[in-house]
């Protein structure tokens, strides 16, 4: 039910961020907020101290900026100031350095992607000894130390998913709304398939980030399914970009150099802009599938039911409501400093109407990491049906 509200919400009208942001017409309120540009978004703060930190893996990528709008626009609408501070490079050190400079500043709370799994203890424990609550989302902080993790969509289906995605891309056959989960898409798709063994190349951000290692590990648990058996290689031809452009492009150089791999998989927005450009301007035949946003993908992919969609190197690919995931990130936040949501297994809290989306309820899970998750998002599959609709506002 929860994700069928999501799908909805998702599919009439999201107001995304900054410049490209469309606003949604009829169904205004809240959302209007969304749509401020970012810097003049009450929230906002130019100092730290009593700010509710917001830090993404680095400065310059757009899930990250979508993603503090959010972020902010919800902090805003609860009358709490709050700042971005995100490094310039895509590592643990950078990250560190800055929260270091956050709990000397006196910062409220912080919500974080990370780039690692490890190197922050030292940092995070002092965060814990100043009360500067940890919430983590996108990519997981440890679970020693954080309050719970926001959990854009189950890991299981994302990985799954962009699986299935990919050997249909490869064989051909179309994305069909009336079928999601593309489970039995693909199973047709494998069972009408007689050509070489499907090789599978990805294109990751760091070879350390937690939130893209764990979708790898479920991809490999796809892959491991009997219907792959004999027609799809259950190795993945992994490659890092670090979620920067030059290098992600360097990386899908290498793929098409190569010419081992039949379809990319890039489970990164960073990864998949870079490899649509390079695959596009080769003219290559190597597919593309994965995360992105439809506003950088729409020169690589199909927007109109009249077009070909296996004429575009990415026919289809996944993302969710990035706006919607830094606001619930807020809503956490909010719920540990003024509701005693502590983040333990079964605690509960409420997150304020915002945006399109009523009042909503959340329930911290074990997530399988020694720690707790609260699943706030689904993935949402683009592809020619409706990519017209996104590519202005997400
Ligand atoms: C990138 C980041 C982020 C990921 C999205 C899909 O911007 O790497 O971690 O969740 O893509």
Known sequence: MKNLKK?????????????????????????????????????????VKGANVFMFKSVGNAFGVIMYDGFSSYMKQVGEACIEKSPAET????????????????A????????????????????????IPVVSVDSAASADYRITHNNQASSADIGAMQVRAAVMAVCGVPFDSADPSMEASVEKALADYSGDVINIGVLSAGIDTPVQNGWIAEMEKELAKDVYAGKVNPELDKKYGDDEATKSTTQAQAFLAENKVQVIISPTTVGIAAAGEVLTQA???????????????????PASDSDDEFSFVCPYMMLWDVSHLGASTA???????????????????????????????????????????????????????????WKDKL
């Open 108 to 131: 409220k709370s912080l919500s974080i992607s990370t780039n690692g799994d490890t190197g922050f203890d030292e940092v995070f424990a002092k965060a814990q000894s100043n009360n």
């Open 283 to 301: 003219k290559s035949t190597i597919k593309l599938t994965g995360l992105g946003l439809p506003s950088e993908m729409a020169n690589y992919m």
């Open 91 to 106: 590592t643990v050190a950078a990250q560190v350095q800055l929260i270091d400079e956050a709990i000397t500043g006196g």
């Open 331 to 389: 809503a956490i936040q909010m719920a540990v400093q003024k509701d005693g949501f502590d983040g333990k297994v079964g605690s509960k809290f409420k997150m304020e109407a915002w945006g399109e989306y009523g009042e909503e309820e959340f329930t911290a899970e074990d997530n399988g990491d020694g720690g707790t998750g609260v699943l706030t998002g689904i993935p949402y599959t683009f592809y020619k049906g409706n990519m017209a609709d």
């Open 7 to 47: 799908i909805l919400a998702l599919g009439l009208c999201v107001a995304m961020v900054g410049a490209t942001l469309v606003g949604c017409g009829s169904k205004a309120a809240p959302a209007a907020d969304a749509a401020a540009p970012a810097a003049e978004a009450a929230g906002n703060s130019t100092d």
